[in-house]
């Protein structure tokens, strides 16, 4: 087998991070040469809010006469509002966010969406997730094209370098955005990534078994147990039982809380993290969603302070994070008769970096009146979520070639919104 | 000013709901009257609610009482609170159950193979709607089991008029722009003043069809064959999917006129021109090539020889597309047989899973861990999103997250650490064929022993020399870790050990521990072995 300069450089970083002695920077030092050049340690994290969030009520058009007029049991009062512009304001659940959207980091796009007009929750995730509205036969996500886009673009002794949580995405299952061939990892419990058990040492198993495919010559299970066992070694040296988060930092204690933990425990533990992807349920209001307080009001805690924990808790490193969120449609502007909204058309979309142009709302307003809405009953998409996901993939992972990651649409730079 | 006055309507809001649950929803004197029944009865009372008071009833249980609904209930009772509570996920867990059951004990296992390999060609996505888990289960059992090995022409045939498929690539809603539906439509939008709705015809069964049913996507074929095909099948809908109901034509929805497609012309004929279609479809040496090659994929090798493929193919439209005389040709075909694609597949995790559970010989009570498995290895049972169905192609199973779950299944499965499963390892344990004999789990020739035997159990071919070695050493470096917490057990352990060496033949003191070590020992063997590079293929 050949001492390629990758198994040199991964096996030297690893001796270093089995070593508790080692300084700190003398890992990244040698980590920071398995990043592409152009990216420069910057890293992109992605959030899902499946089931269609209501943007309307997250971020409130309090000035659109329209908006109470159409929902008048749901709706946020105009004094309830974080007023963000005076005329768009978020809801109140989102407190967490305020500060950010103040020191210029968060930016919203407040009638972001798909061209494609299907309600179907599958249909629209699935569109949004390959990042091509309308083509089902896609198969790969637009994130892993994204990363194979950054390995074309001539980094190839860069793309042979990268690590097993270049794309990590914590939960079960690997996300349709990163599915593709750039092989991405999805973490359920970052304390569980190990063979044969937990512990600061390899169980007798993995041992065991990183003999047995050592020694084996099957290629491809040789060399993928090659970099699975650096993988769990990698993990185990960053202690994950015994992680805390930065001071000020506090995640809630909910399933969304701990995936944006351990995406903050993964990238701080230099482990070659390019992007992270979580998901957050919930959002399909039909019945019931509540205003200022209830069902809807309980997810944004969650998610705004989920958001805010990471921000927090990455430190310094926060700047060279940008941080996108997502849903597959928005709902219908007027409230439905069971106190809830129903599957509508435009969302919003928020940014959050060290990049960003933040404090400020971005997008054309496409307006409430009957004859602006979509199909006579929903927000009008003003933004293509593209647009804002390639502003962010450019702006954060260096992407040049947009045609290759969102194909069938022109996207130019000079048409961007600013977002970075 | 809209504040104070959305202010009240919010207030308001609590007021009426709280008048509609209790019109519904049981009250605390009448779950607690429920919950002091006798489990029979409890069961009788909760069968007499509506579905919105089950779902309300519910709702207001709190903590304890949810154990207290269910407690010394038959496991039959529990299973009818359980499915009152949420028949859809009675349906799904029981749809994926039956599956692994026969995937794991079917004694015709190239018919379960076959179904598969079909209800991963023709994929349907479990969530799609709430209807397709129930359509799913007659998808399976009604469509494809019985056609497998038939022709495919039935197949295709069965699947085009199939409500799981036509709600999931939704040609359902299609409707043709010049039909008597849509103009009918046109009229009342326009009575109404409301803007025309789109033409509503849909294309995604169309393109599906060729790109992915039959032709493949290197066929030739354009968009506008794709959108000619849409028109050809409008019509082909579901009768009521709300209730239940099978394929339906519906000649308003259907665009009238003849058609121009793949270099043919159909002429007006309602339902007919679908079925023409789809016999064309069936028929073209493209299909043939198409279908033999994905076969090839998924029976030799990733890159299966042309040779091999023409051959298939040439078989397929000989025999009028019947699939049990492609398979025939390509069993009896000298490139099936060649050394260089023996065992040149890596498992999928569905592969994987069942063909562990199958060695391992393994006591099965419950399915939904398997399942659970599937899940985290990525491959959930009927829930590949796209229309595509999951790849047969090696690279995209393994990789760093796959080996982590593998191997830890492996090592679950064989030391019952899998709810519900239950495997046995030493030969003395299971049906005696090799006597009552207690091993001293330290010596080696009997975990060499073992080791042999288990191999011989468990894999289909002998595994390398270093595995072999490897597996000895870690049951050696085992067996040392324990006589060193032996000697710390104290003096009399020591005693005990004394006698046995200087007598020599005495069995141990106490030969439970020693068969509790051994079968421990051939656990974690039998684990090594089915996490073990050699057992990823097939």
Redesign the interface.
Known sequence: MNLTRRIFLRSSALAMVGCAAVPAFLTRALFAESVNAKAQGKRLVVIFQRGAADGLNIVVPFKE?N??AMR????????QVLDLDGFFGLHPALAAFEPLYRQGHLAIVPAAGSPD?TR?H??AQ?YME?GTPGN????DGWLNRTLQAEDMRGANQHALEHT?FRAIALG???P?TLAGKI?A????NVQD????GRGDVSA??E???Q???D????A???T??E??FE??KMLRATTPAKYTPAAGAVYPTTPFGSGMKQIAQLMKANLGVETAFTDIGGWDTHH?QG??NGDLANRLKDFSEGISAFWRDMGDDAEKITLVTMSEFGRTAEQNGT?GTDHGHANVMFVLGGEVKGGKVFGKWPGLAREQLN??RDLAVTTDFRQVLAEAVSGTLGATNLEFIFPGIQLRKESFLGLI | MPGPAVAQASAGKPLAAEAKGALLSPNEAEISAILALPPKQRVTRMLAMSPEKIETFRQNLKGPQRAQLVDKMTPGEREVIADLENPTKAVIDELKEQRLMRDVYSPAQLQEVMTDFWLNHFNVFLHKDEETPYYLVSFERDVIRPRALGKFEDLLVATAQSPAMLLYLDNASSMGPDSIAAEKGKERAQKQNKPVPPPGLNENYARELMELHTLGVDDGHTQRDVTEMARVFTGWTVDQPAHGGGFLFDERKHEPGAKKLLGTKVKDGGLNEGLEMLHLLAMRPGTAQFLSRKLAIRFVSDDPPQSLVNRMAKSYLNSGGDISSVLETMFRSPEFWQREVYRAKVKTPLEYVVSAVRASNAEMDSLTPLSNELDRMGMPLYSCIPPTGYSWDAKGWVNTGALVNRMNFALNLTANRVPGIHTVWPADAGNGELGLEVVDPSNQMDAAADELRLENRLMQSEVSDQTRKTLLEQVESQSETQTGAAKAVGASAQAINAVVQTTGKQKPSSPSTALASREKQDALLAGLLIGSPEFQRR
């Open positions: 006469k908006y109470y008048p049991s749901i709706a946020i009062p105009q004094d007009n179907s599958f249909d699935d390959s089902k036969g896609t198969v097993a079960s299952q690997l349709r092989e990892t999805a973490i359920g990534f190990n063979v044969g007798p198993a041992v065991a078994f003999s047995i495919y020694a084996s010559s099957d491809l299970l040789h993928a147990g970099s699975t993988a769990v019931n205003s200022v106190g199909e006579s």
